[in-house]
């Protein structure tokens, strides 16, 4: 039996192999990270014996490439979370803080805890795409909300409340009327200083030439608004420069965005757990996508309460002695990422109240008892995952039944 400890960094990795009894099996020795090194390490992990595991900490994107390569030899990987290791104290009162000494730390909670590590399983490569195109879409999504609050604010100066003329919803592609319209119509004076046939003739051409729907009532009121409208920047090339190329940035990041939500959910569909992943309550083509992506395998997770802790949604627990803390906090030891999600699909359950849906009822009976709103949205995210995590792992073992028979 022996335990590998792996402290990784950005550019090197810092080994360690221990036997039972605190034997040293591997010194530390330092491996940098390229294929010829690791290659290396793998074939002196192979060396040691078939009765070896490799453990290592969750440290971002770093530990990837490693527990990938050794993987691949055929090697038992686990990888843990560093809180563990942290708290683990490594059997020293001594605060030492250096790779070597990590990386025996690491190799000694791995022989402590043998029965308990885990081996992991590298994330399809479909999997790992997916979760880097959610995060992507997350980052674009915020600045699309920048960009828009801009666009509404330059247009108070110039067409006061022009993003509330229509309520047309945001196409497929993007595409919102309101934003197209005033990257032509950038100024309420290039309404208000024509005729209304002259108006209502240019606006039934953009229209057509837009794809979006003309009504002659419409254009009536676009106009009768026009002549009322009081405006702070005048209609000259300055004001247009600014509203025009505000506006077309905006139409271009939600066209991204657009392409890279048809991209996401053409992965999704790869994915086994899809279809029952989207039809659950609350579930929308980003929010069912982001969950895929960021759980990934359930069958990774042996309770439910371990997919739980892994989001972050378990309320802490405090108790010593006849001391027992009430209303813990919750840890959010996971990720923040799949949190945001939760909070999302849960917010859809408040909006529409599904009396017949689980969730809602879980929320209905907290609110009754007069649960603060961040207590019962945290409780009713719990809720959904347990749900989650059932349906979609009972979707999972009876695809793997099927394939065997």
């Not at 247009?155 to 934003?179: A, M, Q």
């Not at 002549?227 to 506006?247: E, F, G, H, R, S």
């Not at 309770?303 to 108790?319: K, T, Y």
């Not at 959010?332 to 945001?340: E, F, T």
């Amino acid at each position: 039996m022996n335990a590998v400890g792996i402290d990784i960094s950005k550019e090197f990795s810092v080994v360690a192999a221990l036997r039972p009894m605190g034997e040293v099996a591997l010194p530390p020795r330092t491996y940098q990270h390229d294929s010829h090194s690791i290659d290396v390490l793998a074939q002196e992990i192979l060396a040691l014996g078939a009765d070896t595991r490799v453990i290592m900490e969750a440290t971002g994107r770093y530990h990837e490439p490693v527990a990938q390569t050794l993987s691949q030899h055929g090697i038992y990987v686990s990888i843990l979370n560093p809180l563990l290791i942290k708290q683990s104290g490594g059997g020293s009162i001594r605060k030492v803080k250096t790779d070597k000494a990590d990386a025996l730390k690491i190799a000694k909670y791995g022989l402590d805890n043998w029965v308990d590590l885990r081996e992991h399983t590298p994330m399809e490569t479909i999997r790992q795409q997916l979760k880097l195109c959610t995060r992507q879409y997350n980052l674009y999504m915020k600045t699309i909300v920048s960009l828009q609050n801009n666009l509404i604010s330059l247009s108070d100066k110039t067409f006061p409340g022009v993003n509330e003329l229509f309520s047309s919803p945001e196409r497929k592609d993007g595409h919102v009327k309101w934003i197209d319209f005033l990257a032509t119509f950038w100024h309420c004076h290039c309404i208000a200083t024509v005729s209304e046939k002259s108006f209502t003739d240019r606006y039934q051409k953009w229209c057509k030439r837009k794809g979006y729907h003309f009504q002659p009532k419409k254009a009536a009121e676009i106009y009768a608004k026009t002549q009322k409208m009081i405006v702070t920047l005048p209609k000259n090339d300055y004001a247009k420069l600014l509203v025009v190329t505000a506006a077309k940035q905006l139409i271009a990041s939600k066209e991204t965005l657009s392409e890279m939500k048809i991209e996401m959910n053409r992965m999704a569909k790869e994915l086994p757990e899809y279809d029952t992943v989207m039809a659950m309550y609350g579930v929308g083509e980003a929010t069912g996508v982001q969950l895929m992506a960021e759980i990934g395998d359930v069958r990774r997770f042996a309770h439910r309460s371990s997919i739980v802790a892994f989001a972050g949604v378990d309320p802490s627990v405090n108790q010593s002695g006849k001391q027992t803390s009430q209303g813990g906090k919750t840890t959010k030891r996971g990720s923040p990422h799949l949190r945001k999600t939760l909070f999302q699909v849960v917010s859809t359950y408040v909006k529409k109240k599904p009396e017949d849906e689980a969730v809602y009822q879980f929320i209905d009976k907290k609110r009754a008892e007069g649960k603060p709103y961040y207590v019962y949205m945290t409780a009713a995210q719990n809720k959904f995952l347990r749900i989650y995590y059932a349906r979609v792992k009972e979707c999972m073992l009876a695809l793997e039944t099927a394939s065997e028979g």
